[in-house]
Every structure is written in structure tokens, then in C-alpha cells.
């Protein structure tokens, strides 16, 4: 059977350290029923239909960890890649150890044409982090302001 979910957690006591992997990323998030959420938008503009599409319409990286004990969490969610970015994100990922779930449009008439690539990992929540910024930095993303990441 599957394993239930953790029980909910007070804000604040996720069980990982959710400071340092927002410094890792060099993002940082925010919680949601227990899952330690950040978004990271796209640095260049998207439009659909000649309409744009702001990052808030599912347009940013989705990174979500769930804690499962002892430092450890299992992340999903989504990368939107450009076509030339699919590849080096795959690799990254995988020498992390993180797994590719999918990778599929979304959108018939975005400009620039994006890919959505879904991933699953379940590990210490710092390597995943690590794993996940080696990603990042293989895309245009909108740089945080302020924020220096640790490698």
C-alpha cells in the first residue's frame, strides 16, 4: 500500500532546513500544508495568443518538497523549459538523481514554445536542493534580487 503522508506540521517545523535550501536554490519559498513550496519564474516574456502570460498562469518552475524523515524529502513538480534547455536540465537532474517523470507542452500557441518536464526524487533535501539549483542554473530565469546562492 502507499505510505500515508506525514502528519501536518506547525509552520515552521517542516523537519528540513527549509533556509538553507531557499539559499541553495536561491530562491526562497514558502509552506503549504506541510510541502515547502517555491516558484521560480521565466526571465523572458510569454505570450499566448499574442496575449502575455504572467509566470503566477503555471508558467514558473514549481519545486516542492515534502519531508519523509531524518533530513530527507520527496520533491515533484514541474520545470517550463525552452527546447533548447530540455536536455542540459535532464542531465542535471539525473546526475542528481532525480528522476523525469514527463515532459510535454502545455500550449499550442505560447511564444516562445515551452516544454514542461515533471520530475519525483526522494532523498536528503540538501542534495535534492543542490540537484535542483544544477538545473536552474542550465535556464533563463528571472535572477532573485538580494539573494546570493550557496553553491
Keep these: 500500500p ?13 523537519g528540513i532546513d527549509t533556509a538553507q535550501i531557499g539559499a541553495i536554490l536561491g530562491y526562497h519559498g514558502k509552506m503549504n500544508g506541510g510541502v515547502y513550496q517555491v516558484g521560480v519564474p521565466r526571465a523572458e516574456v510569454v505570450t499566448a ?15 516542492n518538497f515534502q519531508p519523509t524523515g531524518g533530513g530527507s524529502a520527496a520533491i515533484t ?5 525552452l527546447g533548447s534547455e530540455v536536455n542540459p536540465v535532464i542531465r542535471a537532474l539525473r546526475s542528481s538523481g532525480i528522476a523525469i517523470t514527463a515532459l510535454h507542452s502545455h500550449m499550442l500557441t505560447d511564444s516562445p514554445r515551452l516544454f514542461f ?11 535534492l536542493a543542490r540537484g535542483l539549483r544544477a538545473a ?11 539573494t546570493e546562492r550557496i553553491p
Design 2 to 14: 502507499p505510505a500515508s503522508p506525514p502528519a501536518a506540521t506547525p509552520e515552521g517545523t517542516l
Design 49 to 63: 495568443d499574442g496575449i502575455v502570460v504572467p509566470p503566477s498562469m503555471g508558467l514558473a518552475t514549481a519545486i
Design 77 to 81: 513538480g514541474d520545470f517550463v523549459l
Design 117 to 127: 518536464m515533471h520530475y519525483w526524487a526522494n532523498d536528503d533535501a540538501l542534495k
Design 136 to 146: 536552474l542554473d542550465k535556464m533563463n530565469v528571472k535572477k532573485p534580487i538580494g
